[in-house]
């Protein structure tokens, strides 16, 4: 089974950055594709960006030019640059295989337990 870890989130002022951290351990996942997910309060969780297993990305319209996705194989990581943090990005974000529709793209993947995420305060 593959477990996922979260870190990096935390509190941030508008316009600020965070670069959150995934890290995957009890099976390889290097061949798979990978998403970030954030749940707002309130609202449903939502998959945010995604990453194939080379260096094909996509992004919601709502992190556009302000989020990066990226992986690194070898140490089963997977990472969001976050830029540019509006409050309303604030959420609980999640790391695990992207299922559902992206944009205009739909994505199968095979969903593992979730970890426990990491928060994502944007505040002033």
């Known amino acids: 089974q593959v477990q996922f870890v979260e870190s990096g989130g935390g509190l941030v002022q508008p316009g600020g950055s965070l670069r959150l951290s995934c890290a995957a351990s009890?099976?390889?996942?290097?061949?798979?594709?990978m998403g970030w997910y954030r749940q707002a309060p309130g609202k449903q969780r939502e998959l945010v960006a995604t990453?194939?297993?080379?260096?094909?990305?996509n992004y919601a319209d709502s992190v556009k030019g302000r989020f990066t996705i990226s992986r690194d194989n070898i140490k089963n990581m997977v990472y969001l640059q976050m830029n540019s943090l509006k409050p309303e990005d604030t959420a609980v974000y999640y790391c695990n295989r992207p299922q559902g529709l992206l944009g205009a793209t739909y994505y199968s993947g095979s969903l593992e337990i979730w970890g426990q995420g990491t928060l994502v305060t944007v505040s002033s």
């Open positions: 009890g099976s390889i996942f290097s061949i798979y594709a």
């Open positions: 990453i194939t297993s080379g260096t094909n990305t």
